[in-house]
């Protein structure tokens, strides 16, 4: 139910596309629906997988239809698709409970980014029926979830971060005025503002002006889904554009090149695996900007630093100096990256030598591993 569900349908064809091609591997499509309250988890056939986006899909669930002739046709190929298919993936929607799940599935390759994928709440819920997973364990993802925590224990623990401040809503509506002085004080114009909880680039806007922050909050805190348009055209957005309501938000410093020879912005991707003793190995990929071995150690560093596990990718700006200081600065952390074709973590890891395939099946491996280690403790 996140501003990033449409992509998430995306990545979870692209990983079932990848899975169902081989031999090894029986792939079933689950969609879950739901909102911040509560949600549910469907089985899906294949045909419903692949709608146009995650509302079509979702709508499809709730006034399934099939039709007569299509029945037909199932069942005259009944035969044909008992050997070379999954019968799951031709019967109706099913709602399926976790202790359910547990009983059809051996693991779970969780497609969602935000939340609740992205942040801790389905891994526990897979923990108690026992399943592994893909992916950082439930406690990592709550921190990487929330941005402004994540910005907190980097700068705590020595890494460079944008200045940032979290804004409630009752902060800005008890005193609106107040609150904007102090951000001028403390920040000055341009600053980005970005929802705490959400995708990489849902919601992410540079803000100029006192107008502009004004409509930033107005439509954040809005109370229904509707758009103020006077507030929407000042920033900019666009028709369909995604724009969450929540109850707080982050204002950072906008991170610029100036007064530097160079300025990138990186994104660096990243795969575990356990050694022969059970510790984690984590293989840096070059990231979309190439960087000396110093730098992509920092990225590993605060991979460590909150415990990162599985694969997931960190985005960062690079300042180099004209006297040729390099600084690193940590913008956001996905422990569920993006998984369609088009990603560049595929790309990155390409130069490590792994297919498309292969990079998933590490993915998986890992998890059923670290489910067997915890196990056997």
Request: glycine residues 6%; proline residues 5%.
């Amino acid at each position: 139910y996140s501003s990033e569900r449409h992509i998430s349908v995306e990545s979870g064809r692209n990983v079932y596309e990848k899975l169902s091609s081989t031999e090894q591997y029986e792939p079933v499509p689950y969609f879950l629906a739901g909102n911040e309250q509560a949600y549910s988890l469907y089985r899906i056939p294949i045909n419903l997988m692949l709608k146009d986006n995650a509302d079509d899909i979702k709508e499809k669930i709730l006034n399934y239809n099939q039709h007569p002739v299509i029945k037909k046709i199932i069942d005259q190929c009944g035969n044909v698709t008992q050997t070379f298919a999954n019968t799951f993936n031709l019967n109706p929607p099913e709602k399926t409970l976790f202790e359910e799940l547990a009983q059809q599935v051996k693991i779970v390759f969780i497609a969602l980014h935000g939340r609740p994928g992205e942040d801790g709440e389905l891994q526990l819920q897979l923990n108690k029926v026992g399943l592994p997973f893909n992916g950082s364990r439930a406690e990592s993802s709550k921190i990487t979830i929330d941005k402004f925590q994540t910005n907190e224990l980097l700068a705590q623990n020595g890494f460079k971060v944008a200045q940032h401040y979290k804004l409630t809503e009752e902060e800005w509506r008890n005193n609106p005025s107040a609150t904007e002085e102090k951000i001028l004080k403390e920040f000055g114009f341009p600053i980005i503002a970005k929802p705490v909880d959400d995708g990489c680039s849902s919601a992410v806007k540079i803000i100029r002006n006192e107008n502009q922050l004004h409509a930033y909050a107005e439509l954040i805190f809005r109370q229904d889904d509707t758009l103020n348009p006077a507030a929407a055209g000042l920033l900019k957005i666009k028709d369909k554009e995604e724009f969450p309501r929540k109850r707080y938000f982050l204002i950072e410093s906008l991170i610029s090149g100036e007064n530097c020879k160079h300025f990138l912005e990186i994104t660096g991707g990243m795969l575990t695996t356990y050694d022969e003793t059970g510790n984690i190995h984590y293989e840096i990929f070059e990231p979309s900007e190439t960087l000396h071995e110093g730098d992509i150690l920092s990225l590993l560093r605060a991979a460590q630093l909150l415990n990162i596990e599985g694969y997931a990718r960190i985005d960062a700006f690079v300042r180099i100096t004209n006297d040729n200081k390099v600084e690193v600065v940590f913008i956001e952390v996905n422990s569920l990256p993006g998984m369609t074709p088009a990603t560049c973590i595929f790309h990155q890891a390409a130069l490590n030598q792994y297919k498309p395939f292969e990079f998933i099946e590490k993915i998986l491996e890992f998890g059923f591993k670290r489910n067997q280690l915890l196990l056997t403790k």
